[in-house]
């Protein structure tokens, strides 16, 4: 009997501590951190759009998304192959949720250069093709190896988007 009623106890405190749950942090960077789907357009030293979706790539996906340090003050921009193949490190600031390269910085996917400038993110500014609310992202990129801008009357381009929703309606 006195087996019976410690192996019942062991089992009524193993299922009671399986129970607990454990609190899941999110990274350093998490408020401009996402999965974003975007549009490209070619712009001129002011902003003003020169060639809109200037390689017919309609939208598109790309990421943003911590270090491996895990701070609040860098994250990556990643295309993902989609546009220029371009990975490249940025300066974040979580409070204002801005972000930006310190001048040309090195493109982890292949060697060129690359200035991202004006990187935002707004909350709920984007209605996304369902009609529902997302947050928005906004930045200009531009590279070295980019031949054309001379030759166009661009600058650099304009990447901006909504946050993924994962709704089909979206896509």
């Known amino acids: 009997m006195k087996r019976a009623i410690y192996v019942l106890m062991m089992v009524a405190g193993l299922a009671l501590t399986s129970c607990e749950k454990d609190e899941v942090g999110g990274t350093a960077t998490q408020s401009l951190a996402g999965e974003w789907v975007v549009t490209v357009d070619a712009v001129d030293a ?3 759009t020169v060639i809109e979706d200037p390689f017919d ?3 598109i996906m790309m990421n943003t998304y911590n270090t491996a340090a895990n ?6 921009v ?3 192959t989609n546009f220029w193949e371009f990975k490249v490190k940025v300066k974040a600031d979580t409070q204002t949720l801005t972000f ?3 001048g040309a910085a090195q493109n982890a996917v292949y060697d060129c250069k690359v200035t991202i400038d004006g990187g935002k993110v707004l909350l709920k500014a984007a209605t996304t093709p369902s009609g529902m609310p997302a947050d928005s992202i906004v930045f200009y ?4 190896d980019d ?3 001379a030759a166009y009357g661009y600058a ?3 990447v901006s988007g909504y946050r993924y929703t994962g709704l089909a309606a979206d896509n």
């Open 46 to 48: 002011n902003g003003e």
């Open 57 to 59: 790539s309609g939208h």
């Open 71 to 76: 701070t609040a003050t860098e994250m990556w």
């Open 78 to 80: 990643d295309d993902l």
């Open 100 to 102: 930006a390269t310190e």
């Open 141 to 144: 990129v531009g590279f070295d």
């Open 147 to 149: 031949d054309n801008p």
């Open 156 to 158: 650099k381009y304009k």
